[in-house]
Nanobody, 123 residues
Framework: VQLVESGGGLVQAGGSLRLSCAASGGTFSSYIMAWFRQAPGKDREFVAGISREASRLLYADSVKGRFTISRDNAKNTVYLQMNSLKPEDTAVYHC?????????????????WGQGTQVTVSS
């Protein structure tokens, strides 16, 4: 499956952005989906994940209550709504996919990755 992210940009602290990740080349509903992010000089970290039918959601503690992950299987797209953004949310955001059933926060367990979209939050 191929993944293409969009929706990144520059926003002031407290603002909002909505990221999208469009999938092609596979049966989208058979993949769990996740968002990871990587800031300069840091490891890629888990942000949020969603099960195949969106029945299970998982969030990193740092984004709980501010970010919402969702998916539209008819459109082969996963979204990340980001509210109350902080400067520490600045990173390249990548979406990832895997055929496993259980949503996991471990980047090594995801087989498919997009190229990423830059999110910059100014103070």
């Amino acid at each position: 499956v191929q993944l293409v992210e969009s929706g990144g940009g520059l926003v002031q602290a407290g603002g909002s952005l909505r990221l999208s990740c469009a999938a092609s080349g596979g049966t989208f509903s058979s993949y769990i989906m996740a968002w990871f992010r990587q800031a300069p000089g840091k490891d890629r970290e888990f942000v949020a994940g969603i099960s195949r039918e969106a029945s299970r959601l998982l969030y990193a503690d740092s984004v709980k209550g501010r970010f919402t992950i969702s998916r539209d299987n008819a459109k082969n797209t996963v979204y990340l709504q980001m509210n109350s953004l902080k400067p520490e949310d600045t990173a390249v955001y990548h979406c990832a996919a895997d055929r496993r059933i259980v949503v996991v926060p471990t980047r090594q367990l995801y087989d498919y990755w997009g190229q990423g979209t830059q999110v910059t939050v100014s103070s």
